[in-house]
């Protein structure tokens, strides 16, 4: 064979391996699928909950989304997301729907528990239920689904004395005031104009959960802020004392609030 005949040969056969190499290594075009109808209703319920005030609150542009009547959200009582074990836990609550409901005296779905929240702790109005936020808060909740529910609590144990809301003057004064302020009436982020919630929650007054809400009764309020105020505390080990925890439940269901109206 002649040489020239040979490199030609060895030339061509180099180019076709090159641009087969090429080929094999050519750059893919990246396609983004779009987001599943699932994990959006799921994004929005997870706002839903942690930013109730920025999506549905009183103070939103758009008034047909002003469904909660105050600026508080989901997460100041559920706390963490719902995720807290000692904080009103939603995990797993979805499987607990329809079930009887003491309050109502029937059997109630779980559409119907989130409105009793929304007219009663957010004093708002009822969300429709083939609406995209009951959507969102459904399919967040079914996130929770497959962690072990947690019954709710029992009552607190009765305390050493009646409770004495002048003595839990002192308790709010000395422990809670610290982040609620004196006046019960919390640290807002930004002017009372914005959608932007709270640092620390209101306990009372015009922008807080009405009297109808959960936390407006001894047997929720007690164990709550005992077990979880002043955040941090280990429900183990709390920083007040029973009594504590009774009497400063009994100054707060004294303060001003909104009054509960059936929608």
């Given amino acids: 064979m002649k040489l020239t005949t040979f490199s030609a040969g060895f030339f061509a056969l180099c ?20 987001q599943s109808k699932q994990q ?19 103070n939103v542009s758009d008034p047909a989304m002003r469904f909660a009547g105050n600026n508080l959200a989901c997460t100041n009582c559920h706390l963490d997301g719902g995720t807290n074990r000692a904080g009103l836990p939603l995990l797993g609550v979805v499987g607990t729907y329809p079930k009887y409901s003491a309050r109502s005296d029937r059997t109630i779905t779980l559409p119907e528990r989130i409105n009793e929240c929304m007219t009663r702790s957010m004093n708002g109005r009822p969300l429709p239920e083939t609406s995209r936020e009951m959507a969102g808060f459904l399919a967040y909740l079914q996130s929770l689904a497959d962690r072990p529910h947690i ?24 422990v809670c ?21 709270y640092r620390f929650p209101p306990l009372w007054g015009p922008d807080s959960f009405n009297d109808g809400a959960g936390m407006d009764r001894f047997d929720r309020a007690v164990g709550f802020i005992r077990s979880n105020m002043p955040r941090g505390v280990d429900p183990a080990n709390p920083l007040l004392t029973l009594q504590e925890a009774w009497d400063v439940a009994a100054y707060l269901i004294a303060q001003p609030r909104p009054h509960y109206r059936p929608r």
């Fill in 151 to 174: 019954e709710p609590s029992a009552p607190a144990a009765s305390p050493p004395e009646p409770a004495d809301a002048a003595r839990g003057a002192q308790v709010h004064a000395r």
């Fill in 40 to 58: 959006t209703e799921l994004d929005y319920g997870s706002r839903l909950v942690s930013e109730t005030f920025a999506v549905i609150g009183p």
């Fill in 177 to 197: 005031a610290a982040c609620h302020q004196a006046d019960g009436l919390g640290v807002r982020i930004g002017s009372a104009t914005e959608a932007r919630g």
């Fill in 15 to 34: 180019l076709a391996v090159g641009l087969g190499v090429l080929a094999t290594h050519r750059p893919v075009a990246v396609t983004s699928e779009p």
